[in-house]
């Protein structure tokens, strides 16, 4: 049996946006953190404040506000956007690095930043949006995360429901009323994009070899 892994093939650009609290930085966590996977991390900068729980460089890296309008300035940014009063951007360069390579990225962003990156790498992106069952556990699990203030969760309820709207810009759609669910369709999703064939930039040559030993000249 051939291993499909050794058809060369660009590498493609995952993201998955949900309004806070319907559960994409966990799925993508989950699967960024499977090494059957491979999957690269794309680490964001932002100019929000660090949560006790969040770790610099592994969760995002914290700058400041004048950092983040450099890095725009020089247009080193694949994409950014302003949420919730913070800025969030992702670094051009390594994400370009990676895909060429072969390799695969993830990205944990809203759909403004998706939208950018489209824009400007719409050949790479699978992109899928993350829906909460109802805005009643939206509610209960922004609760629960005990992080934020109860003027903070109101307004991220509030943006929720223009987040949701824009569903239908997205590939793929998840309803993530079971995290395992969830999970085991986002990776479905990921294998199907993987064998795409616009992807895969060595079918070509491994297509003439078939040929060539059908007809004797290999």
């Known amino acids: ?9 660009r590498g493609l650009i995952l993201i998955l946006s949900s309004p806070s609290g319907a559960g994409k930085t966990t799925l993508t966590r989950a699967i960024a953190a499977d090494p059957s996977w491979a999957l690269e991390l794309s680490i964001s900068v932002t100019t929000r404040a660090r949560r006790p729980s969040e770790i610099d460089g592994r969760h995002y890296h ?8 450099d890095l725009r300035a020089r247009d080193d940014l694949l994409e950014s956007a302003e949420v919730h009063g913070n800025c969030y ?7 370009e690095k990676v895909l060429g390579s072969g390799r695969d990225m993830i990205f944990d962003i809203d759909y403004q930043g ?3 990156v489209r824009s400007k790498l719409s050949g790479d992106v699978v992109s899928v ?34 987040e949701i709207q824009r569903w239908s810009e997205y590939d793929y759609v998840i309803v993530n009323d079971d995290l395992q669910n969830a999970f085991t369709s986002l990776q479905g999703i990921l294998a199907a994009e993987r064998l795409k064939r616009t992807r895969r ?3 070509g040559a491994f297509v003439e070899q078939l040929l060539a030993e059908g007809d004797g000249r290999a």
């Open 114 to 116: 998706t939208r950018q």
């Open 129 to 162: 949006f993350i829906l909460p069952p109802s805005m009643a556990e939206l509610r209960h699990r922004l609760e629960r995360r005990a992080e934020d203030s109860a003027e903070t969760i109101e307004r991220r309820l509030a943006n929720a429901r223009t």
């Open 1 to 9: 049996m051939i291993d499909e892994t050794r058809i060369a093939r």
């Open 201 to 203: 930039t060595g079918l």
């Open 62 to 69: 914290f700058i400041d506000r004048e950092a983040f309008e």
């Open 89 to 95: 951007g992702t670094p051009r360069r390594p994400v």
